[in-house]
């Protein structure tokens, strides 16, 4: 079990990191999904397996393809990288060493990771997270329609073709 | 509760006439649907049986903020009417998107669950992310759009590390079990507080505080005017509510508090030395938003039985003046053939006295000048920090606030100065009406300063 974390842990690390450092962008999508993939490794580790399955329909399936299909779409190659200027390399640099000099001085005197939840064998099976969904969480889940809608409605307005008139 | 229902069904309704109905109905209805929801959300002054009390708790203080946030937007939905007259298309769902918008922000001002938070924040954001780019011939409105999409969803990133390294502490997400469980030592835990840390910056994101303000110039600038105006106020106030709510709940741990205090500090800076170098209009204001956001910082800061109250009084001044300026904004654009330097003010006195003396009375209360709303609120700040023992904070953001009225006085002397030709101002009655009530309001509000929240 240990073993299997330390595994899908550091796949999940390395590809991240190539999904960054990947210089062509198909690399960096596919290393993408074998990060999405580790991570429903993990949720598996955790007892949710609904999650997992979902995590690998929704995002390893659809949004990945979408993905991919936009980036052949743009076509793009050497000539269309953007270049950047050694200055906003610099900045970069400050900012995210800045960033990791916070990160590493907060946590200098060690973290206590402990598990507040004790295991429940039967959470992560359809039916409980129904039950979550639609009993504990109904709120959030109906008020989330809100965000979905108006997200559409975006995409239809900007996405529409002007009439050539006006 | 029902407010909320009432805004979210409203703006379906809203896009259904859009399709088939006339597009001179749709701000009329939205007016009624909004005033309808201000008798709502009053009616939960006593507050009753609370609905989802584990998500969302309606006390005094979210309903006086959801009331102010809907005169607001009835106020830009008035001036609404004119300013997309001549647009043929999407405006049902321009209005549609703001009503949305305000729907997020109810949530804003009344969660009692980091995910109604996170919620809240995407509902009031991604509307904008489209409104900014409601002008689609237009590169900067795009631009804006974009600008504002991608740096809010990156700041959403952080925002949502934050919520899952406090999840990772507490083990839930409800405030009040999250209070308990501080109250027994965890609030020194190092994963909370970068988890507070986390969540702080997605909400200084939203309320442009330094050094998360970059994004706010462009996207006022580009973004339609009446957009930057809901932007410049609805979501500050909503999103200070928010920030309040986070604060109050989560108390402020020594090194959160350092945190916001550098981040008061530069922001009142940054906003007020900034502006003295603007010649846009919009970017002025956006500048001047800033400064005002380190203003508001400062009242969170100072966490006291008062904070709500005074930034209450504080966004909803701010709020009205900033509306009626973006109105009269509006009206001197069409006039310059939408040139938007401050010198597009010049003969403003001489076009139209009472605007031009209502403009005044918007730009003193900003600036701040006794006998304005302005004046209370930051005099209201002031003794809040002070009493909290920020004396050195608040002498600072007393000298930046000195000096921040020197850019709005120069606004008000181009107003004042006579041009070589004559601006022809085309002020249609519906406009006046909201230029005026902002300025009476000002006033108004100085007078009989609000005391609600108690």
Known sequence: MQYLFYFFAAISIISALMVVSARSPINSVIALIVCFLSIAGHYILLNAQFLAVVHIIVYTGAIMVLFLFVIMLLNLNQRTEPQKKLMTRIAAVVAGGAFLLTLLGATRQGLQIAAVNPEDASVGLVGHVGMALFKDYLLPFEVSSVLFLSAMVGAMMLGKKEKATA | ?454
């Open chain 2, 1 to 454: 509760m029902s407010a909320l229902i009432l805004t979210s069904v409203l703006g379906v309704v809203l896009l259904y006439f859009g399709l088939f109905g006339n597009k001179k109905l749709l701000a009329p209805v939205g007016i009624v649907g909004l005033v309808a929801a201000l008798v709502l959300s009053w009616t939960g002054w006593n507050p009753g049986i609370m609905e989802f009390p584990t998500m969302v708790e309606f006390d005094r203080m979210s309903v006086l903020f959801n009331c102010a946030m809907i005169v607001v937007t009835i106020l830009i939905f008035l001036f609404g009417i004119d300013y997309y007259e001549r647009m043929e298309e999407n405006v049902a769902e321009h209005y549609a998107l703001m009503i949305f918008s305000l729907t997020g922000a109810f949530l804003l001002t009344s969660y009692t669950n980091l995910l109604m938070l996170f919620l809240g924040i995407e509902i009031l954001s991604i509307p904008l992310y489209i409104l900014a780019g409601g002008k689609k011939r237009s590169y900067r409105s795009s631009e804006a759009s974009f600008k504002y999409f991608l740096l809010g969803s990156f700041a959403t990133a952080f925002f949502l590390m934050g919520i899952a390294l406090i999840y990772g502490v507490t083990a839930s997400f409800d405030l009040h079990v999250i209070q308990a469980k501080l109250a027994t030592g965890a609030s020194s835990n190092v994963l909370f507080l970068l988890g507070s840390f986390f969540v702080a910056i997605g909400l200084s994101f939203k309320v442009a505080a330094v050094p998360f303000h970059f994004w706010s110039p462009d996207v006022y600038e580009g973004a339609p005017t009446l957009v930057t105006a809901f932007m410049a106020t609805v979501v500050k106030t909503a999103a200070f509510a928010g920030f309040y709510r986070f604060v109050q709940m989560t108390g402020l741990p020594p090194a959160l508090a350092n945190t916001l205090l550098v981040m008061t500090v530069l922001t009142l800076l940054v906003g007020n030395v900034v502006a003295l170098r603007q010649s846009q209009f919009k970017r002025l204001m956006a500048y001047s938003s800033i400064a005002h956001s380190g203003f508001l910082l400062m009242a969170i800061l100072a966490n006291g039985v008062m904070t709500p109250n005074t930034l209450f009084y504080y966004t909803f001044t701010y709020a009205l003046a900033t509306v009626g300026l973006f109105v009269v904004l509006t009206l001197a654009k069409r006039a310059a053939n939408g040139n938007e330097a401050i010198t597009i003010f010049r003969g403003l006195f001489r076009a139209n006295p009472w605007l031009a003396f209502v403009t005044m009375l918007l730009l003193l209360s900003l600036a701040g000048i006794p006998l304005t709303a302005g004046f209370i609120a930051k005099y209201q700040v002031f003794m809040l920090a002070i009493g909290a023992g920020f004396i050195k904070t608040a002498v600072f953001a007393v000298v930046m606030a000195l000096v921040g009225i020197y850019y709005y006085v120069l606004v008000i002397r181009e107003a004042f100065t006579p041009a070589e030709e004559t601006p022809v101002l085309v002020v249609s009655p519906l406009n006046w009406l909201v230029i005026t009530l902002c300025g009476i309001s000002v006033v108004a509000f100085a007078v009989w300063p609000l005391n609600l929240v108690g």
